[in-house]
């Protein structure tokens, strides 16, 4: 009953900056949290960063004080901006939505490469 899809994954030099986007369709208000998670080679899918309905936010330790997760309510849209990019961020990352007992529902992932 949801669709999400992500983009602006691709190439980035170590230290710069992306912004991922994820643009959602369907029953959206029963949405209680969304997120952005990321599975690297060879590990386990892992949460970014989670912002609820109600906008409270919250990162991985990994990521605190370089990635921001932004909701734009008006254009259906979940974002993460990216900034200092290090080679370990180096993942598919996946926009998540989390209904409760009506389902939870993923994007298909787009790849971040942070590489010199």
């Known amino acids: 009953q949801v669709q999400l899809v992500e983009s602006g994954g691709g190439l980035v030099q170590p230290g710069g900056s992306l912004r991922l986007s994820c643009a959602a369709s369907?029953?959206?208000?029963?949405?209680?949290?969304m997120g952005w998670y990321r599975q690297a080679p060879g590990k386990q899918r892992e949460l970014v960063a989670s912002?609820?309905?109600?906008?409270?936010?919250n990162y991985a330790d990994s990521v605190k004080g370089r990635f921001t997760i932004a909701r734009d309510r008006a254009k259906n849209m979940l974002y993460l901006e990216m900034n200092s990019l290090k080679p370990e961020d180096t993942a598919v990352y996946y926009c998540?939505?989390?209904?409760?007992?009506?389902?939870?529902?993923w994007g298909q992932g787009t790849q971040v490469t942070v590489s010199a």
């Open positions: 998540n939505s989390e209904h409760g007992v009506y389902g939870t529902y």
């Open positions: 369907g029953s959206l208000f029963r949405i209680y949290d």
């Open positions: 912002i609820t309905n109600g906008g409270a936010t």
